[in-house]
């Protein structure tokens, strides 16, 4: 079965940092592309960040880029998520997933998420 | 961008219900459908217009081309009041349209 599992959601600052770390299990993690994505509570989904099987290429949406990095461990079967220069903007519930083996333009499977609260 | 419409719809069981997706530029077949349940992850319904996601039961459909794509449930279950989203995988950045509430 596969699982995702998220963690490292925090309340912080404004202008801080945090890595959010994603454990993989039950699949070949380094056989696929995997994914940020975010949600404001109570609002819609948005792409954040995703990485190739072997941690290139990365792309990102134009509101992180600069300031968020996707990265990945696949000796760990571990994603990563750093973010940089946090903002009130960046407080969501942000989600891991992965593409089917093969592609890379949408999920099929998700974590159940983990929180980023960005307030002073 | 992806727009959807309605942005809410109230609904009855058996009802048959359709939702819209439109693309701001032709994006081909690059289209999939999502549910998702209060408190919980999205869980992936359609990818590639009108491929059903294992598992996903066939009242389920999808539908169009280029600019202009429909999420059709031929009769409403009670496990299928959630809120529907569509997104893009055409080009970067990947993106969703605005969400489908359907309620009761």
């Known amino acids: 079965e596969v699982q995702l599992v998220e963690s490292g959601g925090v309340l912080i600052q404004p202008g801080g940092s945090l890595r959010l770390s994603c454990a993989a299990s039950?699949?070949?993690?380094?056989?696929?592309?995997m994914h940020w994505v975010r949600q404001v509570p109570g609002k819609g989904l948005e792409w954040v960040s995703r990485?190739?099987?072997?941690?290139?290429?990365?792309s990102y949406a134009e509101s992180v880029t600069g300031r968020f990095t996707i990265s990945r461990d696949n000796a760990k079967n571990t994603l990563y998520l750093q973010m940089n220069s946090l903002r009130a903007e960046d407080t969501a519930v942000y989600y891991c997933?992965?593409?089917?083996?093969?592609?890379?333009?949408?999920?099929?499977?998700w974590g159940q998420g983990t929180l980023v609260t960005v307030s002073s | 961008q992806m727009t959807q419409s309605p942005s809410s719809l109230s609904a009855s069981v058996g009802d048959r219900v359709t939702i819209t997706c439109r693309a701001s530029?032709?994006?081909?077949?690059?289209l999939n459908w999502y549910q998702q349940k209060p408190g919980k992850a999205p869980k992936l319904l359609i990818h590639?217009?009108?491929s059903l996601q294992s598992g996903v039961p066939s009242r389920f459909s999808g539908s169009g081309s280029g600019t202009d794509f429909t999420l059709s449930i031929s009769s409403l279950q009670p496990e299928d009041f959630a809120t529907y989203y569509c997104?893009?995988?055409?080009?970067?950045?990947?993106?969703f349209g605005g969400g489908t509430k359907v309620q009761i």
């Open positions: 039950g699949f070949t993690f380094g056989s696929y592309w």
């Open positions: 990485i190739n099987s072997d941690g290139s290429p990365t």
């Open positions: 997933a992965r593409s089917p083996q093969g592609f890379s333009g949408y999920v099929d499977n």
């Open positions: 997104q893009q995988s055409y080009s970067i950045p990947l993106t």
């Open positions: 530029q032709s994006i081909g077949g690059f």
């Open positions: 590639g217009v009108s």
